[in-house]
């Protein structure tokens, strides 16, 4: 009975601004405005989520020092191969303090070969984007709203996930 009480509390503190999504994703009822994240590229030039927009991408947070981000970053990397376009961007963002030539030494390493390096060294966007655990993933529309998140690996490349994943990209 404890138990049975506790959970009803539990939905009942739920955010109405959510829904359990399929993939595990945690799908929004109404676009969220996302926070101004700043990125550097591999080139030390800097980018902003704007510069993404006109795209739908899988804003994926991670590090090198976490292992379950390091175990999903090759299906990522499959992801972008297999579904990366015009319209579909994997934006794998690196929260690692020291750097592009820490990213890419991981990259090297471990073979990714299609996703673009972006890092932010501050670690501001873990905070900002109240990122609760990584790797931390958020589908952002092409005007750049959250439509979905998830906390935790995946398996990118699964066709369950692909599937889910062109309802969006359209």
Not at 95 to 114: A, E, K, L
Request: aromatic share 8%; proline share 7%; charged share 20%.
């Amino acid at each position: 009975m404890r138990h049975l009480l506790f959970a009803v509390l539990l939905w009942l503190a739920a955010p109405l601004s959510a829904l359990a999504g399929p993939q595990g994703f945690t799908v929004h009822r109404t676009p969220q405005d996302m926070p101004a994240i700043r990125i550097v590229t591999e080139d030390g030039s800097r980018k902003t989520l704007a510069d993404f927009r006109g795209k739908v991408i899988l804003l994926n947070i991670w590090a090198t020092w976490c292992p379950p981000c390091v175990k999903e970053m090759p299906t990522l990397d499959a992801l972008q191969a297999e579904l990366g376009s015009a319209k579909f961007e994997v934006v794998a963002l690196s929260i690692d303090t020291g750097g592009v030539p820490v990213v890419r030494q991981f990259y090297d390493r471990i073979g990714i070969r299609n996703l673009g390096l972006y890092v932010d060294p501050t670690m501001l966007a873990f905070t900002n984007l109240r990122i609760v655990g990584l790797p931390t993933t958020m589908i952002v529309d092409a005007d750049g709203k959250e439509l979905a998140r998830r906390v935790g690996p995946a398996t990118w490349n699964d066709p369950g996930m692909e599937a889910f994943l062109k309802t969006y990209i359209k």
